[in-house]
């Protein structure tokens, strides 16, 4: 599972998706027992950060890469990519989901 979470999340990165914020959650829970985990996590939102600002290194896809445009949106901070426990985003996903199963 670790390999797969830093595969997908390494190509989403690439992408500038923010699809990738779920492998960055998985592999900081990796790291409390594999170290490189959280090294790859490090190094999975440094190359997200350079593609929301346009610094993509996607020539050999040129043709199906999509071209987001740099704005303010690219200094997402850590927590407007992987919200912490307890905030405002999170208790709002777990309302949700505890009024839908009840």
């Not at 989403?12 to 985990?37: D, K, N």
């Amino acid at each position: 599972m670790l390999y797969s979470c830093n595969q997908a999340g390494s190509f989403l990165a690439r992408l500038g998706r923010p699809e990738v914020s779920h492998c960055l959650g998985g592999l900081e829970q990796y790291s409390a027992a594999y170290e490189e985990a959280g090294e790859q996590a490090a190094e999975m939102r440094r190359v997200y950060h350079q593609a929301r600002s346009g610094e993509q290194d996607l020539n050999h896809m040129s043709s199906v890469a999509p071209r987001i445009p740099p704005h303010t949106s690219a200094t997402m901070t850590d927590q407007q990519v992987i919200p912490k426990k307890g905030s405002p985003k999170v208790n709002a996903f777990r309302q949700a989901k505890s009024s839908a199963q009840g």
